[in-house]
């Protein structure tokens, strides 16, 4: 499967933005698809999961309540919606996908998932 982040941006501390990761080649529902991200100088972190059909999500403490994700199969997408984003959330943002059908997905671990696509930079203002 090939992965494409896009949606990123320039916004101001408190605003809001919506990641999109456009899925093609495979069977889409079959995957459970992360968000990771990294900020210059450090190391890539978790951000955001769902399972293969959107029923079960998990997310990093420091975006819980403030990041959604979804999915919609029939569009092969992933979204990550920001909302009041901060400074400290600047980073490029990456999707992942591993094949998993189980209803618990694949949790934080970046090396549980297989493919991943380019990312797409996010930069907050304070």
């Known amino acids: 499967v090939q992965l494409q982040a896009s949606g990123g941006g320039l916004v101001q501390a408190g605003g809001s933005l919506r990641l999109s990761c456009a899925a093609s080649g495979r069977t889409f529902s079959r995957y459970a698809v992360g968000w990771f991200r990294q900020a210059p100088g450090k190391e890539r972190e978790f951000v955001a999961t769902?399972?293969?059909?959107?029923?079960?999500?998990y997310y990093a403490d420091r975006v819980k309540g403030r990041f959604t994700v979804s999915r919609d199969n029939a569009k092969n997408t992933v979204y990550l919606q920001m909302n009041r984003v901060e400074p400290e959330d600047t980073a490029v943002y990456y999707c992942?996908?591993?094949?998993?059908?189980?209803?618990?997905?694949?949790?934080?671990?970046?090396?549980?998932?297989?493919?991943w696509g380019a990312g797409t930079q996010v930069t907050v203002s304070s």
């Open positions: 769902t399972n293969w059909s959107g029923g079960r999500t």
């Open positions: 992942a996908a591993g094949d998993n059908q189980s209803d618990l997905g694949l949790g934080s671990s970046a090396s549980r998932y297989d493919y």
